[in-house]
């Protein structure tokens, strides 16, 4: 059974820097797609960051420049490497992995962890 284990969450200063991973453990056949979600108060969870099987990265507008996401293929691991905090960033950050044993991919979603910026 594969699980999500996500850390690296916490409170920071407008300006300053966080470093999110959700490692990715249990029986694994393929994992493609990794991404960070996350969800303010009130809000609709929105992507922040998505990186593919390849390496390939989108994000949200709102963060690019500030954000990097990467992921560790030998580590089952993705990252999300935050830089020039906001509190507009202020959110729960979910992780999301596309992955399958058999048959047609799913994703399976981190339980998320508290991103706040606040001055």
């Known amino acids: 059974q594969v699980q999500l284990v996500e850390s690296g969450g916490g409170l920071v200063q407008p300006g300053g820097s966080l470093r999110l991973s959700c490692a990715a453990s249990?029986?694994?056949?393929?994992?493609?797609?990794m991404g960070w979600y996350r969800q303010a108060p009130g809000k609709q969870r929105e992507l922040v960051a998505a990186?593919?099987?390849?390496?390939?990265?989108n994000y949200a507008d709102s963060v690019k420049g500030r954000f990097t996401i990467s992921r560790d293929n030998a580590k089952n691991t993705v990252y999300l490497q935050m830089n020039s905090l906001k509190p507009e960033d202020t959110a729960v950050y979910y992780c999301?992995?596309?992955?399958?044993?058999?048959?047609?991919?799913?994703?399976?979603w981190g339980q998320g962890t508290q991103v706040t910026v606040s001055s």
């Open positions: 999301k992995v596309r992955t399958r044993v058999v048959g047609p991919w799913y994703d399976l």
């Open positions: 249990g029986t694994i056949f393929s994992i493609n797609t």
């Open positions: 990186i593919t099987s390849g390496g390939s990265t």
